[in-house]
């Protein structure tokens, strides 16, 4: 036990130098003799959308419960298949909200009376065909769709476009950097630190859907427009 001990203590004692050493390593920092300057910059591209993302679904009322389900079930089916026949992939179909609801006439002072049952269904549809938005929307409200929001138009792989937009932050911010040199009379020594503090996509106005006649009949039309991405940088520089 004891030389265990005295064993255990040697060792301890070899390891303390070397943990001090490496504690004061970590502690060193360069000190700055010139004028630190911390700016922020951002830099912007623009894309145009390649994806689109539409919210269709069918509302149903009957005065029972089953009926209000079976209608919309049936029209659901005549929806998803014109969904099929425009080239959307099942995986591109996601249910996203299902409600049944009772619905009551309300009278003064009388008790509400029960009326009736109201059903929503309601499908996200996912598809990078954006010139087609406008037929696969007219298709939907043929075929008995009667709720239909978006599209909501979105970049489907942002990451070489946020890289592009990161690059530019960054001679953004170098060239802001040697602007405040100059007007000090100072020169730019050295970059002490660049943080990202966020990157993100500006929201595209709410797309316009217009009409266009063609073979004497109606037809939606879809403009996608550009969306801008931004990435903004904390920058730091010694300026001398």
Known sequence: MVKSFFAALALAGAALPAAAMA???TNIAQPISGTRLDISATGEVSRVPDIA???????????SATGAIEQNAAQMT????????????????????????PEYRYENNQPPVLTGYRVSNQVSVRFRDIKATGKILDAL???????????????DKPELAMDEARVKAIAVGQARAELYAR???KRVV???????????????????????????????VIDPGEQQ????????????
Do not use: H, W
């Open 183 to 185: 007007t000090l009379g």
């Open 53 to 63: 993302i539409i919210s269709a679904g069918v509302t149903t009322l009957d005065k």
């Open 141 to 155: 409200v043929a075929e008995g769709a009667n709720q239909i929001n978006g599209p909501n138009l979105t970049i």
């Open 78 to 101: 005549r929806v998803r298949a014109a969904l099929k026949r425009a080239g959307i992939a099942d995986k591109d179909i996601q249910t996203s909200s299902f409600n049944l609801n």
């Open 229 to 240: 991405l931004s990435v903004s940088l904390a920058m730091s520089f010694e300026l001398q």
């Open 190 to 220: 050295r970059l002490l630190s660049v943080s990202e503090s966020g990157g993100y996509a500006v929201p595209p106005p709410m797309p316009m859907m217009r009409a266009q006649m063609a073979d004497s009949a109606a037809k939606s």
């Open 23 to 25: 504690q004061g390593m």
